[in-house]
């Protein structure tokens, strides 16, 4: 009886017969980035965005024309990434962040913190 291991339940980088150690590849990929994560607070009696700076490893992606075109039809206007990060940087769905002057949206996570980090879809934030 064969037994079917699965890869959700092992850490990035613990070895198991018959999966990849994907680790190296990860970490090769990413680069020292500062995300200025923007959390909504009261300032001065009015709701401001301010931002709260977090440092991370991080890759930036952008969509492929085949990505792009598999969108709907309504979002293919935007500039969409595709953004990894060690688990010491967590968004969520909606979340505004700013890296390297650019601002950008969170549009959908990934979890896989399994492996030790998030995967997030991302768009060029325009307001």
């Known amino acids: 009886m064969v ?3 699965n890869a959700c339940n092992k850490k990035l980088n613990e070895s198991t017969p018959g999966l990849p150690d994907l680790s190296g590849a990860v970490m090769r ?3 020292r980035m500062v995300f200025e994560k923007m959390q909504r607070r ?4 009015r709701m401001q965005e301010v931002p709260f700076k977090i440092p ?3 890759a930036f992606q952008p969509y492929t024309p085949q990505q792009i075109k598999e969108l709907p039809t309504g ?11 060690l ?19 969170n549009m959908a996570k990934a979890n896989w913190s399994s ?12 307001e």
């Not at 009261?42 to 009696?45: A, L």
């Not at 979002?75 to 990060?85: D, E, I, K, N, P």
């Not at 688990?87 to 949206?105: C, H, P, W």
């Open 29 to 31: 990929n990413m680069q």
């Open 75 to 85: 979002y293919r206007a935007w500039s969409w990434y595709l953004v990894h990060t």
């Open 87 to 105: 688990t010491s940087l967590e968004l969520a769905v909606n979340d505004r962040f700013i890296v390297n002057g650019q601002k950008y949206k």
């Open 56 to 58: 991370s490893l991080a």
């Open 3 to 5: 037994k079917l291991i």
């Open 42 to 45: 009261m300032v001065d009696g």
């Open 115 to 126: 492996y030790g980090y998030f995967e997030y879809r991302c768009i060029e934030d325009t």
